[in-house]
């Protein structure tokens, strides 16, 4: 079985900092891309940023500047800082990975953490 496991995450002021943390365990033979996605209230979901094995990362508009992805793939991890907070930031953030075990390669999914940017 593999798990995503997030972290952080809460409640952040407008121009201020958070940071999510995803920890993929389990039977893992390799890990591809790992990345963020966000659901903002009674909208649909929406990529944030990705970043491949080899450190290639990517991100959407909206978050340019303001946002870094980063991983750990001697950990299994993947984390999002999160600087210069807006409210439109709000939204829940589920951490994905694509991942290979044994002879099976499918996304795998986080819970999803609550990220509130409010003053």
């Known amino acids: 079985q593999v798990q995503l496991v997030e972290s952080g995450g809460g409640l952040g002021q407008p121009g201020g900092s958070l940071r999510l943390s995803c920890a993929a365990s389990?039977?893992?033979?390799?890990?591809?891309?790992m990345g963020w996605y966000r659901q903002p209230p009674g909208k649909q979901r929406e990529l944030v940023a990705t970043i491949t094995s080899d450190g290639g990362a990517n991100s959407v508009d909206s978050v340019k500047g303001r946002f870094t992805i980063s991983r750990d793939n001697a950990k299994n991890t993947v984390s999002l800082q999160m600087n210069s907070l807006k409210p439109e930031d709000t939204a829940v953030y589920y951490c994905?990975?694509?991942?290979?075990?044994?002879?099976?390669?499918?996304?795998?999914w986080g819970q999803g953490t609550q990220v509130a940017v409010s003053s």
């Open positions: 994905y990975a694509d991942i290979l075990r044994g002879s099976v390669r499918r996304d795998y």
């Open positions: 389990g039977s893992i033979s390799s890990i591809y891309a």
